[in-house]
């Protein structure tokens, strides 16, 4: 066997292509939709996480305004500066790249973010809303996954679906939204201290891996003509990117499986505009 590709960056580019007439029609009422982006620190990584997000941004017609700090700078003015947005009128949408330096507390900052305006999806009031089976702005990578399967028809109704991860920015909300009614899928949440974990994933027609260990995932974690999801995203020593999932032997058992690169990835910063475009919507109706 050897499965289906799911691509995610034709998923994206969809999203993407939906979130400019969104806009476009926003801007056309007279609402431009303005997302803020607050970078900690100078990681080169989250530098460039936050540079990718501002060009698609830029691609949709999303207006974006940057906001820098440096390493050193106390919790009080991120937390200041998080306010001042909340505050601002014209801003719809506020990124704050996650993770702050050390010394820093991202729950303490993101708590701070107007749950209106947080198009990261991940203030403790918009994560309970998913609970209450009400979401307003899902975290970006779950919603991502969940869009994967919309696209390539693949049904959650009444799927046996293991989730190999439990992080709020992941696993958790995810396997909340697969179950939810409407989705109403029957949903594992595994992890490191499962026991026979092989034995849980095998049971799935959907496995999802958002672990962050390159290649966790081997083919007898998965049974024949299983859906599966890699979340994971980790660099080599030789600097090439891949999954949690050890792509070429599980794709030799599985109907359809996600990349790395050129899966979930792209979904993500798709979502977020999505989730931006939202965002200003609800405002221009105030």
Not at 41 to 49: F, I, L, M, R
Not at 131 to 150: H, K, M, N, Q, Y
Not at 186 to 211: E, P
Not at 228 to 257: F, P, Q
Request: charged letters at 25%.
């Amino acid at each position: 066997m050897s499965a289906q590709i799911l691509d995610g960056k034709a998923v994206a580019r969809a999203v993407l292509d939906e979130t400019a007439e969104r806009v476009a029609a926003l801007k056309d009422r007279g609402k431009e939709t303005t997302l803020a982006t607050v970078l900690v620190g100078d990681d080169p990584a989250s530098a460039a996480y936050v540079r990718s997000k501002r060009r698609r941004a830029a691609e949709v017609g999303i207006r974006s305004v940057h906001h820098e700090l440096g390493s050193d700078v106390s919790q009080d003015r991120v937390v200041g500066l998080i306010r001042r947005l909340n505050e601002d009128p014209s801003v719809d949408g506020i990124l704050l790249q996650l993770p702050l330096p050390a010394g820093l507390d991202d729950q303490s900052a993101t708590i701070e973010i107007d749950p209106a305006k947080d198009v990261d999806g991940l203030h403790p009031t918009n994560l309970g809303m998913i609970v209450l089976d009400r979401p307003v702005f899902a975290p970006c990578t779950p919603s991502g996954c969940l869009r994967i399967l919309e696209h390539y028809d693949i049904p959650l109704t009444g799927a046996n679906v293991v989730v190999v991860g439990r992080s709020f920015l992941v696993g958790r909300p995810l396997a909340l939204l697969m179950a939810a009614r409407g989705a109403d899928a029957t949903v594992t949440i595994a992890h490191s201290r499962t026991k026979d974990l092989a034995g849980v994933a095998r049971r799935a027609d959907i496995l999802v891996v958002a672990v962050g260990r390159p290649e966790m995932v081997t083919g007898r974690y998965v049974r024949d003509g299983a859906v599966v999801i890699d979340v994971g995203i980790n660099r080599t020593e030789s600097g090439s990117l891949v999954g949690d999932v050890k792509y070429d032997e599980v794709a030799e058992v599985a109907a359809a499986i996600t990349p790395v690169p050129g899966g979930v990835g792209p979904m993500t910063v798709a979502m977020l505009m999505h989730n931006t475009a939202v965002a200003s919507g609800m405002r221009a109706r105030r």
